[in-house]
C-alpha cells in the first residue's frame, strides 16, 4: 500500500473542518505568510468552471449590478460566512431565498397567485411562478472575494474596549447577476413580476443589506434620504495590501453618531435599545433594523499615498449616499420623524467629521501640506464636502459659525421627537457614562472662519505646542500626545474638521431662487470631549482667553 507523506495537507481548504490546525477561513493571522481564506478562494476559483451555468429557454431572465459587496451565507461551515456555491462551481442566490423576499413585496392576493397559498385542510397549493436564484454574469466574480470585517463601536464611542480583533468573510465585489423565473401558466403578466421582484430586490438581498452589501443601482419606493457627496482619505487595506473603499463607512458613522446623541438624552440600556432598533443588532436574538443604506460611486479611484511602510492605499470618490426603509412603521408621522433624523444625523456627520478611516481629523494633504515635507510621515485625516446644486442648497445647513450650535440642538431636538413616538421619555440627568455622550457637561464645540486652506490653525496643534513658552511669563501649552488628541492604541478626545463654506447667492435669471456658491473659505470647528488631565484644563483655559482674539476660537455649543 502506498503511503502519501502529509496526506491531510493535501486536502483542499474547502473540504476541512473549520478547527484550528486544519482550516479557518474567518480567521485572520497577524503575520501570516498566507491566510486560510486566501488559499481557500484561490482553490475554489481555479477548479470553477469558466462558463456560466445556462438556464432553459423558458426561464425569463434580468440582469442588475449590485452597488458593493454581495453576502450570501451557506450556513455549511460553523461561524464562517461564504457565499453558496451552485452548479459548475458558481457562487449564486438561491431560489428559496429570491422566492422569500418576492414574496414579502407583495399584496396578499399577488403572494397567494405567485408563491402558493396553504388551504384550510393543511394542503399546499404552489403558486405559478418559479423561482431559479441569480448567478454571475461573467468570471468577474473571482476578484477580490476576500473581505475583512472589523467591529469598531466600543472602541469609538464608548468606553476605548476593543470588541473583537478583524476576521474574514467571503463575499462578491459588485457582481452583475442574472436572476430568472419561469411559469408554467400562461399569460403571465410579466411587467408586474419584475416591477415586483426590482421593489424586492430594492431592500438588499443577501446578508448585511442594512450596512450596504447588496444592495442595487437602483431602487424604488423605499428611499427616505439621499444626497450627493465626494471624498478623499485612507482606503482599508485588504489582506493582499490592495486597497478598497468600503461603502459601509456610511452606515458606521451614522451609528456611531446615534449613539452619541441618544448617550447624551437618557441611559445606555435605552440608547442601545434605540439605536439597536434604527440600525439593527445581533445582540440576543438579533434585530432587522428600520434602515437600510446604499452608497452608489459615480467616480472611484483608488491610488497610494507615500513611500515605504507608510505607504498606505487612499480613495477619491463622489457618489449618492441613499438610506431606505427596510422595515414598515406604525404611522406616518413617524415615517416623516425618521427621514427627518437621518437627514439630521447624515448632516451632523458632514459637518463635524468626516467617514472612514481617521475620520476626526482634517486631510493634511489639504491643511497641512508642510507635515510631509519633512519626510516619511504615515497619512492623516480624510476631507469630505457636498456635491450638487440639489445638496449644496438642502444639505448645507450651516453657512456661517453662529448656525452651528442652532443646528446641533435642531438634531437633539429630532432625536426626542424620535424617542417620544417610541415612547421614551428623554432624561438628560441620567444619561451614559460613555467617553464621547453629547451631553452639554461632556462636550465642546469651538469654532472660527478660515480664509482659505492654509489658514488652518488648530492643525498645527496637532503636531506641536498652541502655546509657546515664554520665560518667565507663560508656560507652554500642549495636547499633542496626550489624552486629547490620542495616540496609538487610544482615541483621542479631540475632531479637527476644515467645513467647506457655502454661500447662498441671488440667481441672475431668477432673483427668486438662490444658487449656491462654493467659496474659498472654511469653518474651522473642533469638538473637544474635555477629561480631568491637566492638558485638557489648560486647553480649555487656552481656548477661552483666545475668543476675542484675531484667529482665536468661539465657543459654539453649548
Known sequence: ??????????????????????????????????????????????????????????????????????????????????????????????????????????????????????????????????????????????????????????????????????????SLYKPELRFGISSNAKDVDWQTVWSIWEKALSTGIGCRVCAGYGQPQHHTGNIIYQGRIKGQGQAAKLIDGTGEFRANVFRAALRGHALRIFGGLTNADMADRIVNNLFGSVQGKGNIGLLGMSFRDSRLEIDTFGRGSYAQPTYNVEGELVWLLASQLANSQQEDVLKKLVADLTRFAMLLGGFGKSWRR??????????????????????????????????????????????????????????????????????????????????????????????????????????????RLQPEGSIYRSSITGQMGQIGRLWHRMYPLVRLVKDPKNPNKPIPKITPGYLELLTLFPDDSPESKQFVQFLNSQQNRPKGFEKLWP
Not at 15 to 20: D, K, L, M, S, V
Not at 392 to 414: P, Y
Request: hydrophobic residues 35%.
Open 362 to 471: 482634517a486631510d493634511h494633504r489639504l491643511f497641512y501640506e508642510e507635515y510631509y515635507e519633512e519626510g516619511y510621515k504615515p497619512l492623516i485625516g480624510c476631507h469630505w464636502q457636498w456635491l450638487g446644486e440639489r445638496s449644496l442648497i438642502r444639505d448645507v445647513q450651516v453657512r456661517k459659525l453662529e448656525q452651528v450650535g442652532e443646528f446641533i440642538d435642531k438634531v437633539q431636538q429630532t432625536a426626542q421627537d424620535w424617542m417620544q413616538l417610541q415612547g421614551i421619555t428623554p432624561n438628560p440627568a441620567q444619561t451614559t457614562s460613555w467617553r464621547e455622550a453629547w451631553h452639554p457637561q461632556n462636550v465642546q464645540v469651538w469654532g472660527r472662519q478660515a480664509s482659505e486652506r492654509e489658514d488652518s490653525e488648530a492643525i498645527f496643534w496637532l503636531h506641536g505646542p498652541y502655546q509657546e513658552a515664554i520665560s
Open 1 to 170: 500500500m502506498t503511503v502519501i507523506p502529509d496526506a491531510a495537507k493535501k486536502v483542499p481548504m474547502m473540504f476541512r473542518a473549520q478547527i484550528n490546525g486544519r482550516c479557518q477561513i474567518q480567521r485572520l493571522v497577524p503575520g501570516a505568510d498566507e491566510q486560510d481564506a486566501i488559499r481557500w478562494a484561490d482553490e475554489w476559483v481555479d477548479k470553477a468552471y469558466p462558463n456560466l451555468p445556462e438556464l432553459s429557454s423558458e426561464v425569463q431572465t434580468r440582469t442588475y449590478t449590485l452597488t458593493w459587496r454581495f453576502i450570501t451565507n451557506s450556513g455549511q461551515d460553523e461561524g464562517v460566512i461564504r457565499p453558496v456555491i451552485g452548479a459548475r462551481g458558481w457562487p449564486f442566490y438561491p431560489g428559496s431565498s429570491m422566492k422569500g423576499i418576492f414574496r414579502r413585496a407583495c399584496t396578499k392576493e399577488q403572494a397567494e397567485l405567485y408563491c402558493g397559498k396553504t388551504l384550510p385542510g393543511g394542503e399546499v397549493e404552489p403558486g405559478i411562478l418559479r423561482f431559479h436564484g441569480g448567478y454571475p454574469t461573467d468570471t468577474a466574480w473571482t476578484e477580490n472575494l476576500v473581505d475583512i470585517v472589523h467591529p469598531q463601536q466600543n472602541w469609538q464611542v464608548k468606553n476605548g474596549n476593543k470588541e473583537s480583533g478583524a476576521f474574514i468573510q467571503i
